[in-house]
């Protein structure tokens, strides 16, 4: 009887490891939607119509929209990336790039979910000085003129271009875009430790 | 039948080697595949027929692990020999290695005959030999059509170790630590007994070193594949499910353990405790023997596979009763839990203790929770689930086994250690295609499947594996893939480079460069580097720093800079990928010891004047050997 339930559970466990393992192995195919090249001092996600979103530290802003407006990570003096670290380091699913600046560190962790859905986390840890008002905002920047929009779903703006519509949710969603329709700025009430979990889901026409 | 076979082909490879000899002369042995396959195969099984014609133990057993030794002494008594008639270890050690290949026709002729003239065992022998390696040629035929290029050498260590049997065999030193003989290895891991073999599979003979790596990642496996076989048909005693075993051992790439896929110091050890375990019982002064092959072998993963040996001995072994094994089982499961919370929590010895080695590296050598978790349970994939059906099974079982219990501890101990996490933590992980695949298929043979049955779950099995396989060996090739797809660590670029220096020797020179072109240098060029991939990031910062503001006092700042040695001269060798990394703005590489930029394809358009100036200042001119290459000599 134990053998017989034993059997059961086997047979399950390889069903249930068949799925997995296919899973795991459409999530590494996932490129059919965007790459992401980890290089140099930026993140860039490569969309199939020839354009990209890139996430840059250095335009990070700690600013009040008055008369204080930094930049953190303007000067970089340490930068880690996990694309050009040889093999002795273990290898993981996502890209990971840390930036510092003296005392300012920012640590990016961008995860390929599956063929269409990225998570992106970013926590910044920086020394200034609280004042009311004062804003900790990082930047999304499209190569292509767009229009980003809002939808009825919270949390979630858009923006479609050549066949491609490009979704953005974040939880604490406060944002605002620039006058050359190319950049989307995402904000957060400054604090030293700022965090961000956005998702991005990415939909390209075959 | 088989003993026809093996002696058919063997014939037929000397006889194509003689052929080749007249036809395309001694010089092309460098390059023949089928020479350095032949090469390597017979190094690899030197030791087994040692073990079974001279000391008449088994084919595969602890005898011929401890037959490897034969290498280290056969190296010494060549020293010996340089030093009574004076001749240089270059001249002597490829008759080393002519007089194996030799040697090993000569034993492999009397192991047919001898054992055909008493029971004919060696029959039945190479018949097993055929079945354990059948599973691994399907292995190499999916690996290296799907996922391997040509030539293709994936693995950096390969070219840092080289160069310790390099240094041998062209400066005739005798070095009992790697260390001794390269600047490349910061810290003792092991001797060099392991690169003694690695210079007869490739730098004693002078075959192309790029090809023997490559050749080295089918042969291993296939070399392994029998032992594994040997263990799971005795375990087992049906060929089929000793088959599947190894097919699934083989299809297990463990990251940062390499098992089966590449031949490194902590995979010669793992082959070792694989022959040991061939062993029924060990007796004391067998154990002590094994303890003392292991540990020189590779000091971190030696002792732990010894101390595996020693726990199955003085703890498994003792346990009399079926309470006394489940409380064992039950301090197992507890002691992964404990140590995973521990690590959650953020313990972690590298961390807490090993602060200075991570200053030198630039950053934690782990991932930590919860990449830690998914990283290591993505060694096995969905066989987890199986590995824990097998320790429920064995949990429930009236009458527990000791080979379970052992199998199960060897799996908590390297889980223990991954957690602990000490630097590189992720060697851990090593064993765990042996042991986890052995857990599994006595489990699964155990349940006793129908025919119908066991051919759906063989496919189920081997689709598992094959899928988790194939996506973690991609994974790891990401490092390795340059800008034109190529995986691999040779660049074409680098061609060129290795090309000149081997035109061109270079002699009491020592060269700086990028972390990976000095590693290129050091492997393919045998010349000194600044401690190559493992420069130390202070002085990649004022090597950046000179080249950026060239001055006499940049200068001076970067020759005194760590691994820089005094009183030598001292060679720039500017790089495409230390032009873009100026150009670009992109200094990723001074921050971290691991950070490799690996292509090289950048132009050098331009050198800026004032190095030029600078380094004509110190005698210097600049020698274009590539787009890709300027050296200032």
Redesign the interface.
């Known amino acids: 009887m134990k053998t017989f339930y034993l059997k059961l559970l086997t047979i399950i466990a390889l069903l249930l490891g068949i799925y997995l393992s296919t899973n795991r192995y459409y999530q590494y195919m996932r490129s059919k939607n965007f790459e992401i090249l980890n290089e140099r001092q930026s993140v860039i996600i490569q969309l199939p119509n020839a354009e990209y979103i890139e996430i840059i530290s250095r335009n990070d802003q700690v600013t009040d929209y008055k008369e204080t407006t930094e930049k953190p990570f303007n000067v970089i003096t340490n930068i880690q990336k996990n694309s050009s670290l040889e093999n002795s380091i273990m290898r993981t699913d996502l890209f990971y790039e840390y930036i510092e600046n003296r005392e300012n560190k920012r640590e990016t962790i961008i995860t390929p979910i599956d063929s269409k859905n990225i998570d992106v986390g970013i926590t910044s840890t920086t020394a200034y000085k609280y004042k009311e008002g004062l804003k900790y905002v990082i930047q999304l920047d499209y190569t292509n003129k767009t229009e980003f929009r809002d939808t009825e779903e919270p949390g979630v703006i858009y923006f479609e271009d050549k066949g491609c519509k490009v979704e953005i949710y974040d939880p604490n969603l406060d944002y605002s875009t620039t006058g050359n329709r190319q950049t989307l700025q995402l904000k957060r009430d400054y604090s030293p430790s700022v965090e961000y979990n956005i998702k991005l889901t990415i939909t390209c026409k075959e | 039948m088989f003993d026809t076979i093996s002696l058919t082909t063997n014939i037929g490879m000397l006889g194509y080697f003689i052929f080749s000899l007249f036809t395309d002369g001694l010089q092309s042995f460098a390059n023949n595949y089928i020479f350095i396959g032949y090469l390597i195969f017979t190094t690899l099984t030197l030791p087994n027929l040692l073990s079974r014609v001279i000391f008449k133990s088994r084919l595969f057993g602890l005898i011929s692990a401890l037959s490897f030794l034969y290498f280290p002494i056969q190296f010494l008594l060549q020293v010996v020999i340089t030093n009574l008639t004076g001749l240089s270890l270059s001249e002597i050690l490829p008759f080393g290695v002519v007089f194996n290949l030799i040697l090993w026709n000569v034993l492999f002729l009397l192991f047919v005959i001898g054992d055909n003239k008493s029971r004919n065992e060696s029959e039945a022998t190479l018949a097993e030999i055929l079945s354990g390696i059948l599973p691994a040629i399907i292995y190499l035929l999916f690996t290296f059509i799907l996922i391997r290029q040509r030539d293709s050498v994936v ?2 260590d390969y070219l840092q170790h080289i160069t310790v049997p390099n240094k041998m065999f062209n400066n005739g030193i005798l070095c009992l630590l790697p260390g001794q003989c390269s600047n490349l290895f910061l810290q003792h891991g092991y001797t060099t007994f392991y690169h003694i073999i690695l210079g007869n599979l490739s730098t004693f003979i002078g075959t192309d070193p790029i090809k023997s790596f490559y050749v080295l990642d089918i042969v291993f496996p296939l070399v392994a594949s029998i032992p594994i076989y040997l263990k799971l048909k005795d375990i087992t005693k049906s060929t089929i499910w000793a088959q599947l075993g190894v097919l699934l051992a083989l299809l297990t790439f463990v ?2 353990g390499y098992d089966f896929v590449f031949f490194l110091p902590q995979t010669l050890a793992l082959y070792f405790l694989i022959l040991i375990l061939q062993e029924k019982e060990l007796k004391l002064p067998q154990r002590i023997f094994a303890t003392l092959l292991l540990l020189p072998t590779h000091f971190i993963v030696g002792p732990l596979f010894a101390g595996y040996l020693w726990f199955r001995f003085l703890i498994v072994k003792n346990l009399s009763n079926n309470k006394e094994k489940t409380i064992l089982l039950l301090l197992l499961a507890l002691s992964v839990l404990f140590f995973c919370l521990a690590n959650i929590s953020g313990f972690s010895i590298e961390k807490l203790l090993q602060n200075d080695a991570l200053k030198e590296v ?2 934690a ?3 930590y929770y919860p ?2 978790i ?2 290591y349970i ?1 060694n096995l ?3 987890w ?2 590995v824990f ?1 097998a320790y ?2 064995v949990l ?1 079982q009236k009458r527990k086994k000791e080979e379970d219990l052992a199998l199960l501890s060897f799996i908590t101990f390297g889980i223990i250690f991954y957690f602990l996490a000490p630097t ?1 933590a ?1 060697k851990f992980g090593i064993g765990l295609a042996f042991f986890a695949t052995v857990l599994i298929i006595k489990y ?1 043979w155990t ?3 129908k025919p119908m049955m066991k051919s759906i ?1 063989f496919g ?2 081997i ?2 594996w094959g ?2 396989y ?2 973690q060996y ?3 090739l ?2 390795y893939t340059q800008e034109d797809g190529t995986a691999s660590a040779i660049v074409q670029e680098d061609k060129a480079l290795i090309e000149y220096l081997r035109e061109n020797r270079l002699s009491d020179t020592f060269i700086i460069s990028d972390p990976y072109t000095q590693l290129v240098v050091a492997a393919l060029g045998n010349i000194d580097t600044v401690n190559a ?1 493992y420069m130390p990031k202070e002085t990649r910062k004022n090597f950046l720093i000179y080249l950026e503001d060239p001055n006499p006092e940049t200068y001076e700042k970067l020759l005194t800079s760590p691994g820089i040695p005094g009183g030598k001269d001292i060679t720039i060798l500017y790089s495409s990928r230390i032009h873009r990394s100026i150009e ?6 001074i ?2 010891i ?5 292509n090289n394809s950048y132009s050098i358009n331009e050198v800026g004047e004032n190095l030029i100036k600078d380094q004509k200042r110190l005698n210097k001119d600049l020698i274009y050997i590539s787009d890709n290459f300027i050296l200032f000599k």
């Open positions: 693995a950096l990251m940062g630039g950053s050598t782990n991932p990449n830690n998914s990283a993505q994939g969905a066989g689930i199986l059906l429920i099974s429930i590189y992720h699964l349940l006793g499947f779950l189920l099995l689709s598992i899928l988790n194939f996506v991609n994974r790891y990401k490092f991939q670009l703005d992109d200094e990723a590489w921050y971290n691991y950070s490799l930029p690996i």
